[in-house]
């Protein structure tokens, strides 16, 4: 029988698991090892976000699940000269290589905005390490609005040879002060395509918790029926 697991992590990441399979041998009720595959989701203060204005820099990184100074992933970040063009940059010249889903028209990069349910992947978009959410001259770009949307990103180990690639999206608004507003991340750890907005499922968490309790229901009940035996 096929399931799939949930857990939080003690960072606050969530971790969705797919398809353990239950064992019931003896007196314990156990899971089998679960494929490694996961979609590793990390809110931002609980979902609320981080607002990063002008002359601010904040970094977050979808592996680690950290957002702040020091080291990070990818950087969002608003140039001295450009105070009115936020950046989302990654961290390049390194391995892994993390990049954005972007745009190369002839003067620069430019994220592109992604509805939620859109399919991150190695597709007809290509990823860049530095793009800009201020392309206000067409849709599908970042305008100061307020919005949320999702911009996409890529994570790339051992580029040149033997690489492999995750995929993962980062949740923001572009807001009407030109301010820029984190709200979370995610990426599939099984290098396969993820739908901007996918989190690990709840649900799923509260119907493998259902199923164990009915497991180990029936068996107690098997055991009690053992000991009444004459």
Not at 173 to 194: E, H, K, M, P
Request: with cysteine.
């Amino acid at each position: 029988m096929r399931s799939k697991k949930f857990s939080i992590a003690r960072t606050g990441r969530k971790r969705w698991r797919k398809s353990p399979v239950l064992l019931l041998s003896g007196p314990l009720l156990a899971a089998a090892p679960a494929a490694s595959a996961a979609i590793i989701y990390t809110p931002v203060n609980g979902g609320s976000g981080l607002t990063v204005g002008a002359e601010d820099l904040v970094g977050f990184s979808p592996l680690t699940g950290t957002v702040g100074g020091g080291p990070q992933d990818f950087y969002l970040f608003f140039q001295a000269q450009y105070l009115t063009r936020p950046a989302l940059v990654g961290k390049g010249y390194s391995n892994p290589l993390f990049l954005i889903q972007a745009d190369h028209n002839p003067n620069n990069f430019y994220a592109f905005k992604h509805a939620a349910g859109y399919s991150i992947s190695a597709g007809y978009l290509s990823f860049y390490q530095t793009s800009y959410l201020n392309q206000t001259l067409n849709t599908g770009y970042w305008q100061p609005d307020g919005s949320k949307a999702y911009a996409g990103l890529e994570f790339v180990t051992n580029p040149g040879g033997g690489q492999t690639v995750q995929f993962g999206w980062v949740e923001l608004s572009y807001n009407v002060d030109r301010t820029v507003t984190l709200y979370g991340f995610a990426y599939d750890n099984s290098g396969a395509a993820i739908a901007a907005g996918a989190v690990p499922e709840p649900a799923e968490d509260a119907a493998l918790g259902a199923l164990l309790a009915g497991c180990a229901a029936a068996y107690a009940a098997r055991r009690r029926r053992r000991i009444q035996a004459p």
